[in-house]
């Protein structure tokens, strides 16, 4: 479970714990790990490594063998893209951003594949809704993400002849850290108290709510249980309504 320090992540390690799987979490603040382990106890090991670095992935891998002796769900959460005007965004803006989403996942599929194929596994790429539904703020990010999705199809192909589960999940506007600064920011840009700036952004976006975390964490859930295994290469937008397209 990649990028469970917070946010998506950590509601996705928390129920999958609750649920009775054995986790390994990784991100790179062990502070923030460690509580999460805390809380789900003495099924869970963590690694704070940063999963743009190229053995990242094999660490996680070794650790999840080491603690569990197998491996048989990814879930790859981490990466955060940086918005902003187009002009504004460097070369390196750019490379960071496909460095963890991309190819952290990338890499973290390739090395557990094996053992995924031995349990007939699992695999959730978290990606996003700009993947489909791109904005002029959002041009690394809905990139990024759109990569996201044409891997997981691609994947999905090799699952079948491997017999493992591959699909994604295209969250909205979820409630995280980033979500609580963008709305404090716009309370004070438009003279607003904190509750009608959400009320704002909410209408302006056309959706039915602010997402949780818990919500695409249930989805996860039901995705890797028995229950949805015939979910295959499927792209499942959990967004309140913001892709409009087909």
Request: net charge negative; hydrophobic share 45%; aromatic share 6%.
């Amino acid at each position: 479970m990649t990028g469970a320090s917070r946010g998506i992540g950590r509601a996705i390690a928390v129920r999958l714990g609750r649920e009775g799987a054995n986790l390994v979490v990784c991100a790179r603040d062990s502070v923030a790990l460690a509580e999460v382990v805390g809380e789900i106890g003495d099924r869970a090991s963590f690694l704070a490594v940063d999963l743009r670095e190229a053995n990242a992935a094999e660490r996680v891998v070794a650790l999840a063998m080491a603690d569990f002796g197998g491996l048989d769900i990814v879930v790859n959460n981490a990466g955060a893209t940086k918005r902003g005007e187009f002009l504004a965004l460097t070369d390196e803006d750019w490379m960071d951003g496909y460095a963890l989403k991309l190819h952290g996942a990338v890499r973290m599929v390739r090395c557990a594949w094996q053992e995924l194929v031995k349990h007939s596994g699992s695999v959730v790429n978290i990606a996003g809704v700009g993947g489909k539904t791109p904005g002029a703020e959002f041009t690394i990010g809905g990139s990024v993400n759109a990569a996201v999705l044409s891997f997981t199809k691609a994947l999905a192909d090799v699952g079948i002849r491997d017999g493992v589960q591959v699909n994604a999940i295209n969250p909205g506007t979820v409630r995280t850290d980033r979500f609580e600064k963008r709305m404090d920011g716009l309370a004070t840009e438009r003279g607003l108290t904190r509750e009608a700036a959400e009320s704002w952004f909410v209408a302006s976006q056309r959706v039915t709510r602010v997402g949780e975390p818990a919500d695409i964490a249930g989805l996860v859930a039901f995705l890797v249980g028995p229950e949805g295994r015939f979910l295959h290469g499927a792209l499942i937008d959990m967004d309140g309504g913001a892709t409009k397209s087909l």
